[in-house]
């Protein structure tokens, strides 16, 4: 069944209305009727198999059948960290992010990020941009949830940000010892918090990887191999949603 997103105050006991450019896609692109069904997501976690019952030029009014947890969320929640890298990879980074399962997204300046976000009503468009990927990606995946695209971060306000969560690493070319790696993604366990710091192009400068360190972030290596910024927190990620996955 098609998934759409609402927001809570557009739910009632028994009916949810759906309004904006769903109602066209709906109607004139999906071509749906009274009768058909659908699932609809409060973007928190909870789904309502509902029953189309009335449309108009602005909304559309669906009966509830009956609603459910969405079964699709991993049980932690992983908080990616991401390097500004150029051009548009942060829009791949962010919709492969969101298809993995990743909670929150925190684009991050670092003394290598070339792309410079000075003018607010571009960077608040670019913002605007990204977060509309993510909910995208959140509906094509079938996600709970549509993760979060933060406002762009300092690399210091990155690093406390990151105090709090369970588990913090960040994949860096000069880290070594695989098995220790291993051993780290191993140990995380259901309903923990995970920071996964991602450099941009040309990586983190040693002075950023020594503040992590001493903030309780990892370093991990992710091989011999030297990993792009779009791939190297895709295949962190990869990792995570093996281990955190649920197998109910």
Known sequence: MYRFYVEPDQIGEKEIYITGSDVNHIKNVLRMKPGEKIIICNGQGKDFYCIIMDESDSKILAGIQEARNTDTELEGKIYLFQGIPKKDKMELIIQKAVELGVYEIIPVMTKRTVVKLEDKKKELK??????????????????????????TFTWKEAVSYAKNLDCKMIPYENANDIAK?????????????VGIFIGP????EEQEVAQAMNAGIIPITLGRRILRTET???????????QLESTR
Do not use: N, Y
């Open 232 to 242: 190297a927190g895709l295949a962190v990620l990869s990792m995570l949603m093996l």
């Open 181 to 193: 790696t291993k051993k780290i993604i191993e140990s995380i366990k259901s309903h923990h918090s």
């Open 201 to 204: 192009e040309g990586g983190f």
């Open 126 to 151: 670019k913002l605007e941009r990204w977060q509309s990927i993510s909910a995208s990606a959140a509906k094509q995946s079938g996600r709970g949830i549509i993760p979060k695209v933060t406002d």
